[in-house]
């Protein structure tokens, strides 16, 4: 028999309480070592009991689930939090996830759901403590990266594209792209993918969420890279919650070691999700004007998002566009410089896209390729391979079978 779970149960309704454990009480590897009616005794009874997990309410008079998880996460940080719901709080969901919850269950859930959440976060939790992922490599979780815009038709897909296929191609590590545009994702279309599944058949699955169900909906690109496809049809959009993604993101980087994540031109509630999951957004500027005023209304809004400069980077794409405005220009309406300029090259990008094979493959040594390499490097760091990889003969067979 393995090592038994410990947990500890929070709701302020007795009943509930009594409820749960009752769902649990044959599993012969959870055990419930204690329970608390409120918030405040929560954090005490983790902190002198030191559960496994703590399975709580989100919505409790006095503190709340989220104020508890977050103090938890400093004062008790050995515990991993399942916190539980009830369908209409999505949005407390989503800030609950930010604050530290490993999981949330929406109520009513069966025993069967609730001992399967309990073992996973389990599971997940000690793989992380010991520092180690599912191969036994020592890792830490991966990097989201989002490439995002106030505008639409700026080359937010075909940056997010080859970016992915260029960590993937360049590095030894596991890459996953996501099309977060899930009314009008394009991505499998820009990598020539048909795939079989998307985002909307996996949040059907979400409750059981781990590597092994996140595998299942993924498309194989090449070797190292996956991607998680837009839904089909526009109108399964809305089946994909911002806890939904919170969570899709979360087991993603348990798994792979960069998430590119390209999105839609908006501030939804699903693009908020995304935007606060990222250690990384880069902010895709053009050289018209409106585009201009739009990314600069986007770095305010970020601001007031209080997110750290460090996370932000602007990338200006097609930066040579005849116009009469100068990237300097530019960069002093914003206030910021570009990390990266993309060059306008219609021939090769169209060509690439037209072909389905991203240009950092097709034409690796235009300057537009060239670009973006450098800034997947300056993303991989001491992961990144440069050349080396790509002159030996394994290279070049991965890059003519891809
Ligand atoms: N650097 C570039 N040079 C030339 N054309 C580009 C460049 N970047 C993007 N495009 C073209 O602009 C169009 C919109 O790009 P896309 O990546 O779909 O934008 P978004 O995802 O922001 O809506 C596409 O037809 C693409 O081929
Ligand atoms: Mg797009």
Redo the contacts with the bound molecule.
Sequence with gaps: MSEQIKIVVVDDVEATRENIKKLIEFEPDIEVIGEAPSASEAIRVAKTLKPDIVVMDINMPGMDGISATEIMATEAPGCAIIIMSVQAEQEYLRRAMIAGAKDYLNKPFSGAELSQAVRQVYTNERKRKRGLTVEGKTEEPGKIITVF?T??????????TNLAVALASRTEAKVGLVDA?LQFG?VAL?LNLLPRTTIADLVRDIDSLDDKILERYVTEYNEHLRVLAAPVRPEQADTVTPAHIEKVLRSMRDVYKYIIV?TT?SFSEVMLSVLDASDLILI?SAMDLPTIKNVKLCLEIMESLNYPPEKLQLVL??ANTEGGIDVAEVEESLRQRFSVT?????K???T??NRGIPFVSGYPEAP?SQRVLHLAKSIATSDWQGEKERQGVVGKLRRLIG
């Design positions: 815009s505008k639409g038709g700026v080359g937010k897909t075909t940056l997010a545009d394009d820009f390209d031109p895709v794409n097609r993309l060059p306008n090259d219609g090769v990008v169209m690439s896209v537009v």
